[in-house]
């Protein structure tokens, strides 16, 4: 079942209302009930499941069977390799810098990103498909609410080589879209929960993802 997309901005940002983690994910209802397998995702009914199905599934049942978290510092978070046809789960190791002066979480993902290169990031606070804002005040560092999701790849992908990213194409097919820009290279993607501090993903997140996937660079 194909989701229909409105133009990017044609529902204006201070409309979109900041929804708890526990709203539908499809249509923002609330309240909603979790996915039975994974429990990590909310529909407000079976035409809002269904309609998500073909993407929730390539995380579902992985989900339930990951394996344990190695450390209270490691966050979980969804990794889309290039060469793979799907994204999977992971556990990221999240220092803690202790400076008082710039406290923050750095992430380890050289296993995962190659240091031969600066990591690129970007936000998403926003889901212009749903017209969800899932937080604010992360792009400022100042005070925020909600949360965002950040993403991590290698920055000169364009330039650099990178293979045009699979797993991102699979997960956006399976929405039945086409990207609206081509990623390359392996893209991390992690949930923050306050700015510069990481937290756990979940598979509503995953929906979130996929959406700013498939919208980001559309005008």
Same mark, same amino acid.
């Given at each position: 079942m194909n989701r229909v997309i409105p133009p990017y901005g044609q529902k204006g940002y201070?409309?979109?209302?900041?929804?708890?983690?526990?709203? &539908?994910?499809i249509c923002n209802k609330h309240p909603a009930n979790? &996915?039975?397998?994974?429990?990590?995702?909310?529909?407000?009914?079976?035409? &809002?499941?269904?309609s998500d199905w073909p993407s929730h599934k390539l995380l579902c049942k992985p989900f339930t069977n990951q394996e344990p978290r190695p450390s209270p510092d490691h966050k979980r978070a969804i990794l889309f390799p290039a060469d793979e046809e799907k994204p999977r789960l992971i556990w990221v190791f999240c220092e803690r810098n202790s400076d008082p002066w710039e406290i923050s979480d750095h992430m380890h993902t050289e296993d995962y990103i190659p240091a031969d290169t600066p990591p690129g990031y970007a936000r998403a606070d926003y889901n212009p498909i749903t017209n969800r804002r899932l937080g604010s005040g992360f792009s400022t560092q100042r005070l925020n609410d909600g949360y965002t999701i950040l993403f991590q790849f290698r920055d000169g992908f364009s330039i650099d080589g990178s293979a045009i990213n699979q797993s991102v194409l699979t997960a956006i097919g399976r929405s039945g879209q086409t990207p609206g820009y081509i990623w390359c290279g392996p893209v991390i993607a992690i949930r923050e929960p306050e700015a510069n501090f990481c937290g756990d993903v979940n598979l509503g997140d995953f929906r979130h993802i996929i959406d700013f996937l498939i919208t980001y660079n559309r005008s």
């Open positions: 201070l409309e979109s209302k900041l929804a708890p983690d526990d709203s &539908c994910v979790t &996915c039975k397998q994974c429990q990590s995702i909310w529909y407000c009914s079976k035409t &809002c499941q269904k």
